[in-house]
């Protein structure tokens, strides 16, 4: 049973979120327009690349955002899990949008190396360090709950990777000022490339993983069968599945093997317990005696 403490931080946490998302959208969206018409109107690679990987974490933010929002919509008779799973493809799409970015970037880049231009590092310096505040403190903004969803983790991975890639610019307008070297911002915009796909490489595979029914991240099948059956009373446990309902909560169902179907009672919420200590919220368990035969392949 739900205590009514544990209702109140949980809606506290909710609200606190959509806070984050909206501030971390609106100077995210304000920071993008100013950085873009800076890097258009000197030419900058290093402006117009991390302009692009910004708007591309807007709407990152924005599909965040939906996802957190739609995992809370309520179960219906034709989706009895509610809108949950969106979670889960809402953070592949995110990932697949960065990877586009590091495609875009690194052809632009290219061109600007063969075809370089003058810029003024100046306004590359003072554009580029507003980025390190607004996306150091959009980051800032989803540490807490970072380790509790995949897409909060997408989106403080996302800002602290704009955060570095904006230093980087800084770095490379400071260099612009004292030596006139111009191709340094290419190269910059070459990094921003690497940045992005470290960033998103994790989260691509733990999106893809989840997206498949795969065992999430952090869950041990094999120690979690043996946990499950050093419960006193269980003989065994068997045909064991785990998957993600959403970024957030995983499920399971298993065969238990009992040595007395009376202990039937008193070791499910045992398993229950060990269960949702590991992660695990939502637990479907069949309980077999050692007398029967469990036939077949569970699907």
């Known amino acids: 049973m739900t205590s009514p403490g544990h209702l109140h931080r949980h809606h506290h946490r909710i609200s606190s979120l959509n806070k984050a998302f909206l501030i971390g959208i609106a100077l995210n969206v304000s920071f993008v327009a100013v950085e873009f018409l800076a890097g258009l109107w000197y030419g900058s690679m290093g402006l117009l690349s991390d302009a692009g990987h910004n708007l591309s974490d807007v709407a990152s933010l924005l599909l965040a955002m939906l996802a957190f929002r739609l995992a809370q919509a309520q179960p219906t008779a034709r989706y009895t899990y509610g809108y949950k799973k969106s979670t889960v493809l809402i953070s592949l799409f995110n990932s697949l949008i960065l990877l586009i970015a590091v495609g875009v970037i690194i052809a632009e880049s290219v061109r600007r190396m063969v ?9 590359i310096v003072w554009t580029a360090g507003i980025g390190v505040l607004v996306n150091g403190f959009t980051a800032w903004l989803f540490m807490k709950d970072r380790r509790r969803d995949l897409n909060v983790r997408g989106a403080y991975l996302h800002m602290i990777a704009d955060a570095l890639v904006s230093v980087g610019v800084v770095i490379s307008g400071v260099v612009i000022m004292h030596t006139g070297w111009t191709v340094i911002d290419p190269i910059v915009g070459l990094l921003v490339a690497v940045v992005i796909v470290a960033s998103a490489w994790s989260l691509t595979r733990d999106s893809l993983r989840l997206s498949l ?25 068997h045909h064991i599945h785990v998957w993600a309902l959403s970024t957030t909560e995983n499920a399971l169902t298993a065969h238990v093997v009992l040595s007395d179907p009376c202990l039937l009672v008193c070791v499910k919420p045992r398993l229950r317990e060990l269960l949702a200590e590991a992660g695990i919220v939502h637990a479907t368990l069949e309980c077999e005696t050692v007398s029967e035969h469990c036939s077949g392949r569970c699907e």
Do not use: C, N, S
Not at 214 to 234: C, S, W, Y
């Open 115 to 123: 075809h370089p231009q003058p810029i003024p590092g100046g306004v």
């Open 213 to 237: 029914d795969g065992v999430p991240a952090g869950i041990d099948v094999a120690d979690l069968e043996r946990r499950m059956t050093a419960v006193e009373g269980v003989e065994a446990v």
